[in-house]
């Protein structure tokens, strides 16, 4: 009997890791597994590209995990430089595309895992896909705009977007001795804080020599004679820029599923059970940044773009494949990130969430230091935490400061996922020594002033 066949479309962290998996579980003689992967790259770390572009890390062989040829000598057939076009589900096939050859044939399958990642938003706007204007994404984009800048002779750098893929890629262009300016269309940077705590990550880049320009929706990309790119333009200005890097976010990968008839999410990305089986299809299964995730603080899907994600998406995934069990129950929406010395960490519910899922909170707000303050080095941080209204139910924490802010933040993501209370927070035994943490960790004071919030709403 001929072996079962599973494909699988896209060769990054959910993709492969599901195919390693499974090979682990089951031999070629019982499954034959075939991967299609459009770029030129396997099983990297697209978070690593700000770093390589800013010269902090080499790349891009540094970043990639495993190569296509590590796959193969585990009996995955990986197709590079091969797109999925079509996935026609009631005939069990997919339609590939050799982008070098220009050939196009069918492949069947068994069982079918999707993992085809996200996009970087490019809006419809006048000059967005002029020369000099760059997404960053996948490791292609990041070679991408190394070559434009290797080939630029001007030193200003227009940043569109302040989330974490635009503060990160500021530095790096900063690093690289552009003059930086970021157009930023909400209230603050960082819109993944409240705004009170985005103010600090503005006032912190300002201080770097980063222009950051709040309330600035671009309107068009302007193009000089040679038709490169020369500005960018908002209703109020125009920023002169040699290069412009869009860092407004990314939107999952879905339209391929979605052309075959796979129930996608509010936030367009693949509905999938704890199995990450897609609803409703037996043997299909989906991960990484193309599907919507369980918020489990807010109770209902959400759109995250990361690699921890997408890793254990694929563990769970070809445990399944491969005749084992596993399930991704949920996420609480933690994250960090830095600009130069700055560090910035969140993880559960801002504000405008815990309102718009009908919870009533309170909020607490502290600054303390990461280490004692006696101690050599002790920097400032600011730590808010967001807890529910009589109950003290942890809701959300976010903290921005210098050395040892932003993994703080994994204590508060370990409490939100035990359910835990404020109040139970202030009895956590939190490692002490002077040069890691003052008597009272920064959170546990947080914890702390905000069980104080808690009661004084309850008796109001």
């Given at each position: 009997?001929?072996?079962?066949?599973?494909?699988v479309?896209?060769?990054d962290a959910?993709?492969m890791?599901?195919?390693?998996?499974?090979?682990?579980?089951?031999g070629p003689?019982?499954l034959?597994i075939?991967?299609f992967?459009?770029?030129h790259?396997t099983?990297?770390?697209?978070?690593?590209?700000?770093?390589?572009v800013?010269g902090?890390v080499?790349?891009p062989?540094?970043l990639?995990?495993?190569?296509?040829?590590?796959h193969?000598?585990?009996s995955i057939?990986?197709?590079?430089?091969?797109?999925?076009t079509?996935?026609?589900?009631?005939?069990?096939?997919v339609?590939?595309?050799?982008r070098?050859?220009?050939?196009?044939?069918?492949?069947?399958?068994?069982?079918l895992?999707?993992a085809t990642?996200?996009?970087?938003?490019?809006?419809?706007?006048?000059?967005?896909?002029a020369?000099?204007?760059?997404g960053?994404?996948?490791?292609?984009?990041?070679?991408a705009l190394?070559?434009?800048?290797?080939?630029t002779?001007?030193?200003?750098a227009?940043?569109?977007?302040?989330?974490?893929?635009?503060?990160e890629?500021?530095?790096?262009?900063?690093?690289?001795?552009y003059?930086?300016?970021v157009?930023?269309r909400?209230?603050q940077?960082?819109?993944t804080?409240d705004?009170?705590m985005?103010?600090?990550v503005?006032?912190?880049?300002?201080?770097?020599?980063?222009?950051?320009?709040?309330?600035?929706?671009?309107?068009?990309?302007?193009?000089?004679?040679?038709g490169?790119v020369?500005?960018?333009?908002?209703?109020?200005?125009t920023y002169?820029a040699d290069?412009?890097?869009l860092?407004?976010?990314v939107?999952?990968?879905t339209?391929?599923?979605?052309?075959?008839?796979?129930?996608?999410?509010?936030?367009?990305?693949?509905?999938t059970?704890?199995?990450?089986r897609?609803?409703g299809?037996?043997d299909i299964?989906?991960?990484?940044?193309?599907?919507?995730v369980?918020?489990l603080?807010?109770?209902?899907t959400?759109?995250?773009?990361?690699?921890?994600?997408?890793?254990?998406?694929?563990?769970?995934i070809?445990?399944?494949v491969?005749?084992?069990?596993g399930?991704?129950p949920?996420?609480?929406?933690?994250?960090?990130?830095k600009?130069?010395?700055?560090?910035?960490?969140?993880?559960?519910?801002?504000?405008?969430?815990?309102?718009?899922?009908?919870?009533?909170?309170?909020?607490?707000?502290?600054?303390?230091t990461g280490?004692?303050?006696?101690?050599?080095?002790?920097?400032?941080m600011?730590?808010?935490?967001?807890?529910?209204y009589?109950?003290?139910?942890?809701?959300g924490?976010q903290i921005?400061?210098?050395?040892?802010?932003?993994?703080?933040?994994?204590v508060a993501?370990?409490?939100?996922?035990?359910?835990?209370?404020?109040?139970?927070?202030?009895?956590?035994?939190?490692?002490?020594a002077?040069?890691?943490?003052?008597?009272?960790?920064?959170?546990?004071?947080a914890?702390?002033?905000?069980v104080?919030?808690?009661?004084q709403a309850?008796?109001?």
């Amino acid at each position: 009997m001929a072996a079962e066949r599973l494909v699988v479309i896209g060769g990054d962290a959910a993709g492969m890791s599901a195919a390693s998996q499974v090979r682990r579980l089951r031999g070629p003689d019982e499954l034959s597994i075939v991967a299609f992967e459009r770029g030129h790259f396997t099983s990297y770390s697209a978070c690593g590209v700000p770093y390589w572009v800013g010269g902090d890390v080499e790349g891009p062989d540094a970043l990639v995990a495993r190569t296509p040829e590590e796959h193969r000598e585990r009996s995955i057939d990986l197709r590079m430089r091969t797109e999925v076009t079509e996935i026609d589900v009631a005939g069990q096939r997919v339609r590939a595309l050799d982008r070098e050859s220009g050939e196009t044939y069918w492949t069947d399958f068994d069982k079918l895992v999707i993992a085809t990642g996200a996009r970087p938003v490019r809006p419809e706007l006048p000059g967005i896909d002029a020369p000099g204007v760059h997404g960053v994404q996948t490791l292609d984009d990041g070679q991408a705009l190394l070559e434009t800048l290797e080939r630029t002779t001007g030193r200003r750098a227009v940043v569109v977007g302040a989330g974490y893929i635009g503060v990160e890629m500021a530095e790096a262009m900063l690093r690289r001795g552009y003059e930086v300016t970021v157009l930023n269309r909400g209230a603050q940077p960082m819109a993944t804080l409240d705004p009170d705590m985005g103010r600090l990550v503005h006032e912190a880049m300002d201080g770097l020599g980063i222009t950051t320009v709040n309330g600035a929706a671009v309107t068009r990309i302007l193009t000089g004679d040679d038709g490169r790119v020369s500005a960018v333009a908002t209703d109020d200005a125009t920023y002169p820029a040699d290069v412009v890097v869009l860092g407004i976010g990314v939107e999952p990968e879905t339209g391929l599923a979605r052309a075959a008839g796979l129930p996608t999410g509010p936030n367009g990305g693949l509905l999938t059970d704890l199995t990450q089986r897609v609803r409703g299809h037996q043997d299909i299964w989906a991960g990484g940044d193309c599907v919507e995730v369980l918020d489990l603080v807010a109770g209902r899907t959400r759109h995250i773009a990361l690699g921890t994600h997408a890793n254990k998406h694929g563990q769970v995934i070809g445990s399944n494949v491969g005749g084992g069990y596993g399930t991704f129950p949920g996420v609480v929406g933690t994250a960090v990130s830095k600009v130069c010395d700055l560090e910035i960490g969140r993880t559960g519910l801002r504000e405008k969430d815990a309102a718009a899922v009908g919870l009533r909170y309170v909020t607490a707000t502290i600054e303390s230091t990461g280490r004692a303050g006696y101690y050599p080095g002790a920097r400032a941080m600011t730590v808010k935490m967001i807890a529910e209204y009589r109950t003290g139910r942890l809701l959300g924490v976010q903290i921005v400061g210098r050395e040892g802010a932003a993994k703080r933040v994994d204590v508060a993501a370990v409490a939100l996922t035990a359910g835990m209370t404020v109040e139970a927070m202030t009895a956590l035994d939190l490692g002490y020594a002077p040069p890691f943490s003052p008597v009272w960790d920064p959170v546990l004071v947080a914890a702390r002033k905000t069980v104080t919030a808690v009661r004084q709403a309850g008796s109001a």
